[in-house]
Nanobody, 119 residues
Framework: VQLQASGGGLVQSGGSLRLSCAAS????????WGWYRQIPGAQRDMVAS???????DYADSVKGRFTISRDNYRNTWYLQMNDLKPEDTAVYYC??????????????WGQGTLVTVSS
């Protein structure tokens, strides 16, 4: 499974960006997709996730501003980011989970795309 993230860039505070992640390879068993972000010196934190039945989850810091969605036919998922704030500046990574058993998955990571929000 290969993941290719895109859509990062520089935006002013209050602006919007949409990140995309395209999956290729043996993707038919993937059952969850998401986005994480990381700033230098910190751990990667979950931003948003979506499951195969459409259930979404968001970090408290982005609720009401970010929306995760998925296009099944294009094997692509998105992170629409609105009302961006300087504290959203980070490298964003897309993820996809391959279920191995009950409650256990193998997680694939994209290469990361930088989002910079200027004040």
């Amino acid at each position: 499974v290969q993941l290719q993230a895109s859509g990062g860039g520089l935006v002013q505070s209050g602006g919007s960006l949409r990140l995309s992640c395209a999956a290729s390879g043996n993707i038919f068993s993937l059952n969850a997709w998401g986005w994480y972000r990381q700033i230098p010196g910190a751990q990667r934190d979950m931003v948003a996730s979506i499951t195969s039945n459409g259930r979404t989850d968001y970090a408290d810091s982005v609720k009401g501003r970010f929306t995760i969605s998925r296009d099944n036919y294009r094997n692509t998922w998105y992170l629409q980011m609105n009302d961006l704030k300087p504290e959203d500046t980070a490298v964003y990574y897309c993820t996809a989970d391959w279920p191995l058993g009950v409650g256990v998955s193998d997680r694939y990571w994209g290469q990361g795309t930088l989002v910079t929000v200027s004040s």
